[in-house]
Every structure is written in structure tokens, then in C-alpha cells.
């Protein structure tokens, strides 16, 4: 006798965070109150009991409110349960299927963390401990419906990441970064780059970088309240940690002045007559350095006299839940961009999440498309860099309980919002053409 019912928070964290087969962030309790607040949803955590009284899957299960009394509802990342167990999967869909059904539901999403290709960063194939296609059969044949395997950011979540797994030894992790990657954060410890853990006074700092990330990127993402109200949720059971990068202008002042006496030691030292070859091209080198190190020298005084002598770069919101950590949100100022400020931050809490004990460290979506035109393609070769498994989940499955209404749904009112935008275009370009 199975029974699907709802589960309070603690029997609930306690079943996903200690799943051996699937945990993730976006199954959390805090998630679902997450969601609730900032998007509109309602969260419904539920368990699918035995006879004994045992959870033996679950999830948490998002209600979008349609007009006519409608809904869909979403498991983001689910469902929390053993994938290879073809019986616990169909007794769930059929009971969830249910669930959705006596709340008006049109449609059940879900786009489950199961991996179905994963290359190293030698990008040579890795054998998967489950054979995802029959996972994948699996869950077509239980009545859902594959949309595709897309190759951008067009699902829900993003369908491409880099993992880094950290079972491996610290070293080892390093080895794999590209060459730059490691000239880059020598060079930032060099220049005495920092990177401190933030709290909640931060936060205002933090949502600034992410609008200037997003004014870069030409990417379109939240309001700072959704920043705050995130961090806070996840604070409360400390699940999220805020990494601010900083550089000290008065310290990188110290070391170009320093640098600049010694290459005058070293240009005095040459002789001042009868100089030949080898010598000439000594003095036109520290001449070059020497310019260099006096543009260096004015740049940073007047980033002193501007920001201060402690200049934050970086800001990284990193989200940890049961064995795993998330690099979920960067944001990245556009300055100073070449004390990369940026890559150590990114090591350093790399290294925190390894001694933490996390077994995965995710870097939260790429692209699949990887034609050089590619606008993301920017974003795919900096997360390559740290030498991350390439890994392509699954994708994303629709279980239709109304088909009327999903196809209204999903094909008419995206096609009727297009016209409406383009009349509505017209009209103003028509208003604007009279104006003249």
C-alpha cells in the first residue's frame, strides 16, 4: 500500500538533503518558499510513503495559476528518487498525475538532474554509473513527453554545466585549469587581490554588480529584492555564502613604485657610453617596462582618488545544499578588469567548497551551441577554463493531462502575445512617424 501525502519540513529536508540518488537546491523546502514569495508560485512538498510508514520518493511540486480556474505545476530538478527503479518511478507519476489532475492541472513538468552525456576537460567521454537512455525510455514510456534536446537557455533550467568534482585532492583540480587560468590568479595574488565572505550589509554592493554584469552581457535578470529575499532563505539555514573580490589601490601603488625604482636600479646600471647591441636592447626593454609601470602608477592613483583603498570587483552567490554547491548568480564590474580579481574569487571559493566537503561543485549552466558566433560562447570558454566536467542533462518532460488546454496554452497564447507585440509595435512606430 503506497500513499502520497504532504510532508512537514523537517521529514521532508530530511529525505532529499540525505538522498543517495538525487538532491539539488531547486528540490530544497527553501526553494519552494522562495518561489512562493518572488514568482508566484505555490509549493507543495510532497512524499510518497510504503506500508512501513518510509518516504521513497518525493518532491517538491510548483502550482502556476492559469485563468478558469487552471494550473500547471513544475518539479524543478525532480523528482527525488532512484531513476534506475522503473516501479517507485511509475507508482509516483501515477500518483502525482492524480494529484495534478484534482487541481485543474493541464500539465506536469519535470526536468529530472540525470545526466545523459559528460566529457572530462580533455573532453573525452565519461561512462555514466546508469545508462540515461533507458532512463529516458523509462520515462517516455510512463506517459510523458520529451521537449527536445535544446541547446541553449531555453528550457526552464539550463540543460549544459561544468562540474567540478571535488572527491578529487585540491592539486589535482588545479592541474586541470586551462594555462592562463593559473597565470591569471597568480597574477591577482600578486597584486594582493582578496576575497572575503559578505553578509546581508553586502547585498546592496552585490545587486549593483549584477546590474552592470547584465548591462555587459545584454542579459535581463532580477530586481534587488529577489537577490535580498533569496539570500535571506537560504542564510536562514546558512545554504548560501556571498564572495566578495577586492582589490587595495594603496598596496598595488606599493608594489608599482617598487617595481619602478628597480627598473631604474637596473637602467642606471648600464653603461652610459660606447653601448653595444646587447645593451641597447636591455635599455629599450626596462624603457618599455618602465612606461608601463608610470601608466600602471597613474591609472591606480586616480582609482584611489576615486573609489578609496578598497575597491570590491566581484560579488558570487554560491547556494549549498546537501553534497553540492552552485555558483548561482556572479555579478562583475567593468573595471579593472585585468587584475583578475575575478578568477581568484572563483578559486578561492572553489577551495572553500572542497574543504566544506561538497562532492560537486556546479557552475550553473552554459550552451550547448557551440558555434563561434555564438553570443554565450564568452561564458562557455571562461567556465571551461576551470577544467570542469562538460555535462548535458536529460532536458525536459511534459506529462498533458488536458490536452485542449495545453495546446492553448503552450501554442496559442504564445502565438497571440507575439501579435499583440508586433501590433503594438506598429502603433507606436506609426505614432512616432506623425509626430515628425
Same mark, same amino acid.
Not at 510512463?142 to 535544446?150: E, I, Q, S
Not at 597565470?183 to 565572505?197: D, F, M, P, T
Not at 558566433?373 to 566536467?389: T, Y
Given at each position: ?64 495559476? @492559469? ?27 501515477? *500518483? ?42 523509462? =520515462?517516455?514510456?510512463?506517459? %510523458? ?18 562540474? =567540478? ?70 542564510? *536562514? ?81 554560491? =547556494? ?69 566536467? %562538460?555535462?548535458?542533462? @536529460? ?42
Amino acid at each position: 500500500m503506497y500513499e502520497l501525502v504532504n510532508l512537514e519540513k523537517e521529514e521532508y529536508e530530511k529525505f532529499v538533503k540525505n538522498n543517495k540518488y538525487k538532491s539539488h537546491f531547486l528540490q530544497s523546502y527553501a526553494w519552494g518558499q522562495f518561489a512562493k514569495a518572488k514568482k508566484g508560485l505555490f509549493p507543495y512538498y510532497l512524499g510518497l510513503k510504503n506500508e512501513d510508514n518510509e518516504i521513497i520518493a518525493s518532491s517538491l511540486l510548483l502550482q502556476k495559476r @492559469l485563468p478558469l480556474g487552471y494550473s500547471y505545476f513544475y518539479s524543478p530538478r525532480g523528482f527525488v528518487l532512484d531513476y534506475t527503479d522503473e516501479k517507485t518511478f511509475s507508482l509516483f507519476t501515477k *500518483e502525482i498525475v492524480k494529484f495534478v489532475k484534482a487541481k485543474k492541472g493541464i500539465f506536469l513538468k519535470i526536468d529530472p538532474d540525470i545526466i545523459r552525456k559528460k566529457q572530462n576537460y580533455l573532453e573525452e567521454e565519461v561512462k555514466l554509473p546508469y545508462d540515461s537512455t533507458k532512463i529516458f525510455e523509462m =520515462i517516455t514510456n510512463n506517459g %510523458y513527453k520529451h521537449l527536445g534536446f535544446t541547446k541553449n537557455f531555453e528550457t526552464m533550467q539550463p540543460r549544459f554545466t561544468f562540474r =567540478i568534482d571535488l572527491e578529487q585532492d585540491m592539486d589535482t583540480i588545479k592541474d586541470h585549469f586551462s594555462k592562463t587560468t593559473k597565470q591569471r590568479i597568480n597574477k591577482a595574488i600578486k597584486l594582493g587581490c582578496e576575497v572575503s565572505i559578505g553578509t546581508d550589509e553586502d547585498l546592496d554592493k552585490f545587486c549593483q554588480l549584477m546590474m552592470i554584469t547584465e548591462e555587459r552581457k545584454d542579459f535581463v535578470s532580477y530586481d534587488s529584492s529577489y537577490y535580498k529575499t533569496l539570500y535571506k532563505m537560504y542564510n *536562514e539555514d546558512n545554504n548560501m555564502t556571498l564572495f566578495l573580490g577586492k582589490i587595495f589601490p594603496s598596496k598595488i601603488l606599493q608594489e608599482l613604485n617598487e617595481r619602478k625604482d628597480s627598473l631604474q636600479v637596473e637602467i642606471d646600471k648600464l653603461p652610459k657610453e660606447n653601448m653595444g647591441k646587447s645593451a641597447k636592447n636591455k635599455l629599450k626593454e626596462f624603457n618599455n617596462q618602465l612606461d608601463k609601470v608610470k601608466s600602471d602608477i597613474k591609472k591606480y592613483s586616480e582609482v584611489l582618488e576615486k573609489y578609496g583603498d578598497e575597491l570590491i570587483l566581484n560579488a558570487h552567490m554560491i =547556494i549549498e545544499y546537501a553534497d553540492k554547491a552552485w555558483v548561482l548568480y556572479a555579478g562583475n564590474e567593468n573595471i579593472l578588469t585585468e587584475t583578475y580579481a575575478n578568477y581568484y574569487t572563483y578559486l578561492t571559493h572553489l577551495e572553500y567548497c572542497k574543504n566544506k566537503g561538497y562532492r560537486v561543485y556546479d557552475q550553473f549552466g552554459t550552451i550547448g551551441d557551440l558555434r563561434k558566433d555564438n553570443p554565450r560562447m564568452g561564458l562557455h570558454e571562461f567556465k571551461k577554463k576551470f577544467g570542469g566536467d %562538460y555535462v548535458e542533462f @536529460l532536458g525536459e518532460f511534459d506529462y498533458v493531462t488536458n490536452s485542449l488546454m495545453y495546446f492553448v496554452f503552450t501554442k496559442m497564447v504564445p502565438l497571440y502575445r507575439k501579435i499583440v507585440r508586433k501590433k503594438s509595435k506598429k502603433v507606436i512606430e506609426n505614432e512616432v512617424n506623425r509626430s515628425k
